[in-house]
């Protein structure tokens, strides 16, 4: 193993890996990414272990499933005696700093890492006060339901265009701070410091709301068509996704209201990529370029319209599939293509492999660095996501539900508590388009895929657990609004920080 590595960690919010040219996509958003590419190797089959953000990021801070470390929803708190890779990575001997997002409830907001920059939008508590989008509030996910409980338009599709959202605001201050982070590490190593550094930087772009500062959405306009898959015909669809598809007010989504919320979304990749650009030139002006490790992923997928749906929380490729490139100088192969079966959760090993930190003691991730090197390495070609939901947040819509996928070999296989599962065959089906869950010649398959989800994962034990949380997570609500406790790492983002252009005539 190579000298101790400093570690640059880039974790977006929501970027789905077909928008991006190190995964075919031919309108340029992504050259800093596609830098990293160049520079190293880009797994083609990356999966989240949740395709919600909170359990994603918990599970890799980790390496556990969401179901070992009792973290399924956006309001479920992470334990702090659970150790995570920046423990490890300090206990080892490494500075750990967070700049940006972490998306963690709860009184712990370090979880491990030293140091900490700008923060979340979002209060620290459950009941805090909440981030202020303006014009654009309703636009960063599912729609809330009418009173009457029948689904609306989804406020997220037609609110987009041209316009500015806070949150984008809330990525400029922490790649502001990314930078002088790491120009203030670098003047250290100039003045004989050694100790290696872990900088973990967290985005929200290009979660929606779908809006695009100008400079970025003009350069997309007119470039960016209508989704490529249909709307599924309902009789032959999944019930969960029919509904689901309902509830949140996408099913009708105007095609101009489409093809404007998607050209806005390839401007907040672009304007996401060019952050990470800044962060990359730090990088190199501070001296680091030739001894660190960079990695750029996202936390889960974005379906931008496609099969009618959008943002994430189905099992879909878009959905749950991410982008993960990795360089290391000297270490890693430059512009190779893994297609090994991996889980953004496997970062948490990989980190740690490269620093010669201890492996956690529950950790189910594995190093992706022996794949990385070597395409003939020894590797298990499977991996988990899970999807658990409550009633605590109107998102999530009137059916609380439990699933759970394995992406075993060609076939992805969906457990559906309550309802029947979903099979796929990836590799004579790679669109997704024909489920095979009822289909009478793969039964002995479903069956034997069925056990590998069940192993260890109870879904009745599970929907227990989580239904005696969310009425503990209504008393801690409650409790946060009565005393609104301060929110120790938060960025204030303000009604004027958001705003949308009328669309054009």
């Known amino acids: 193993m190579a000298k101790r590595p400093n570690i640059l960690f880039l974790l977006s919010d929501q970027h789905s890996y077909k928008v991006a040219g190190c995964y075919g996509d031919a309108l340029g958003a992504t050259p800093n990414i596609d830098r990293i590419a160049r520079r190293g190797v880009t797994f083609d089959n990356a999966y989240c272990a949740s395709p919600i953000c ?77 981030q202020d989008l303006g014009v654009l509030a309703g636009a960063q996910g599912p729609s809330a339901p009418a009173a009457s409980g029948e689904a609306v338009p989804a406020v997220s599709i037609s609110r987009s265009g041209r316009g500015q959202s806070g949150y984008e605001v809330v990525d400029d201050a922490t790649t502001d701070a990314a930078c002088a982070r790491l120009a203030e590490l670098g003047a250290e190593r100039t003045a ?47 019930p969960w996704l029919v509904n689901w598809r309902r509830f949140s007010g996408c099913e009708d989504a105007a095609p101009d209201d489409s093809i404007r919320a998607r050209t806005a979304y390839y401007g907040l990749v672009h304007a996401l990529d060019r952050k990470i650009g800044r962060i990359l030139d730090a990088l190199e002006e501070a001296g680091f370029g030739d001894d660190t490790l960079v990695v750029y992923a996202s936390d889960h997928g974005e379906q931008i319209g496609e099969r009618g749906l959008w943002w994430k929380n189905t099992f879909y490729e878009e959905s749950v599939r991410v982008p993960l490139v990795m360089s290391w100088p000297g270490v890693l192969p430059q512009s190779e293509r893994r297609a090994h079966i991996v889980n953004l959760s496997d970062l948490n090993a990989t980190m740690l492999q490269a620093a010669g930190a201890a492996a956690l003691p529950r950790s189910n991730a594995r190093s992706l660095l022996p794949v990385a090197a070597d395409a003939d390495a020894v590797w298990d070609d499977e991996t988990f996501s899970e999807y658990v939901t409550d ?90 609004q009565q005393t609104q406790p301060t929110s120790t790492y938060q960025f204030a983002i303000a009604a004027g920080d958001s705003w949308v252009d009328p669309p054009s005539k």
Not at 73 to 100: K, M, N, V
Not at 108 to 122: A, V
Not at 408 to 429: A, N
């Open 192 to 238: 004989g410091s050694d100790q290696p550094f872990l900088l973990a930087v967290g985005f929200i772009l290009p979660h929606c709301p779908f809006v695009a500062r100008a400079e970025d959405y003009d350069l997309f306009e007119g470039k960016v068509g209508l989704p490529e898959l249909p709307c599924p015909d309902p009789s032959a669809e999944h």
């Open 54 to 130: 909170t359990p994603s990021r918990m599970s890799l801070l980790t390496g556990q499933w969401p179901h070992k470390q009792s973290c399924w929803t956006l309001e479920d708190q992470l334990a702090s005696d659970l150790p995570t890779y920046a423990h490890a990575l300090g206990a080892a001997g490494y500075r750990t700093i967070l700049a940006g997002r972490m998306h963690s409830i709860g009184p712990d907001q370090l979880h491990g890492f030293s140091e900490r920059h700008i923060g979340d939008c979002s209060p620290n508590w459950l009941g805090g006060g909440r």
């Open 391 to 480: 009633l605590s947040s109107v998102w999530t819509g009137p059916e609380a539900t439990t699933q759970r996928m394995i992406r075993s070999g060609r076939y992805k296989y969906v457990h559906v508590e309550g309802h029947r599962p979903q099979l796929f065959d990836l590799e004579t089906d790679p669109s997704e388009l024909h489920d095979l869950g009822d289909d009478p010649e793969y039964a002995e398959l479903r069956q034997q895929l069925a056990a590998r989800v069940l192993d260890g994962w109870d879904p009745k034990r599970i929907r227990h657990e989580v239904d005696l949380r969310c009425a503990e997570k209504a008393v801690l609500r409650q409790w946060g």
